[in-house]
T-cell receptor, first 109, second 116 residues
Framework: GEDVEQSLFLSVREGDSSVINCTYT??????LYWYKQEPGAGLQLLTY?????DMKQDQRLTVLLNKKDKHLSLRIADTQTGDSAIYFC?????????FGAGTTVTVRA | KAGVTQTPRYLIKTRGQQVTLSCSPI?????VSWYQQTPGQGLQFLFE???????NKGNFPGRFSGRQFSNSRSEMNVSTLELGDSALYLC???????????????FGPGTRLLVL
């Protein structure tokens, strides 16, 4: 089973904010990541957060980390059609990344 | 700086054959990891190479193997292919350090393998 859990689908209207949620289980994870995968492509690193931070902002992206609840979220402001993709949350423990199943974000006009 | 490159991008094989996939990491990166992505199992860690040595291995059968060369390029090999080996194989590179930016893994576009 997955150690990292995400909701599978999110539909959002163009221009609105998207919020993708993720829970993880390994409290010793040092880094937590968000990757984006478009159809037929590899994984594109969007952003990451170190475990001693609780928030990180990068242009339209805001990552919130609640270490006590092992909850991570990614907020995309002003969602565009180009944001339609699968978003993966991943935790780094020691040498590998453990991924969630991915959240498919669909942006509708 | 060029990103992670993988060749070939697409491959069709038949059961019982073997296959070799190649990955060139970002210049200066010494660690290369391989992941398998399937609809059923999602993204799963195969192995990591650092300085030509396999440093870590995931839970895959011995048919899956790899190696790394002195220039950090890596290959993975799958022998006696099975239908269930059909997947997107992703390679990721990182600096290989244990702190800071060195932890971030950057992925290539993947090799899509279809086993018939």
């Amino acid at each position: 089973g997955e150690d990292v859990e995400q909701s599978l689908f999110l539909s959002v209207r163009e221009g609105d904010s998207s919020v993708i949620n993720c829970t993880y289980t390994d409290s010793s994870s040092t880094y937590l990541y968000w990757y984006k995968q478009e159809p037929g492509a590899g994984l594109q690193l969007l952003t990451y957060i170190f475990s001693n931070m609780d928030m990180k902002q990068d242009q339209r992206l805001t990552v919130l980390l609640n270490k006590k609840d092992k909850h991570l979220s990614l907020r995309i402001a002003d969602t565009q059609t180009g944001d339609s993709a699968i978003y993966f949350c991943a935790e780094r423990n020691d040498y590998k990344l453990s991924f969630g199943a991915g959240t498919t974000v669909t942006v509708r006009a | 700086k060029a990103g992670v490159t993988q060749t070939p991008r697409y491959l069709i094989k038949t059961r019982g054959q073997q296959v070799t996939l190649s990955c060139s990491p970002i210049s200066g990166h010494r660690s290369v990891s391989w992941y398998q992505q399937t609809p059923g199992q999602g993204l799963q860690f195969l192995f990591e190479y650092f300085s030509e040595t396999q440093r870590n291995k995931g839970n895959f059968p011995g048919r899956f193997s790899g190696r790394q060369f002195s220039n950090s390029r890596s290959e993975m090999n799958v022998s006696t292919l099975e239908l269930g080996d059909s997947a997107l194989y992703l390679c990721a590179s990182r600096l290989g350090g244990s702190t800071g930016q060195g932890e971030t893994q950057y992925f290539g576009p993947g090799t899509r393998l279809l086993v018939l």
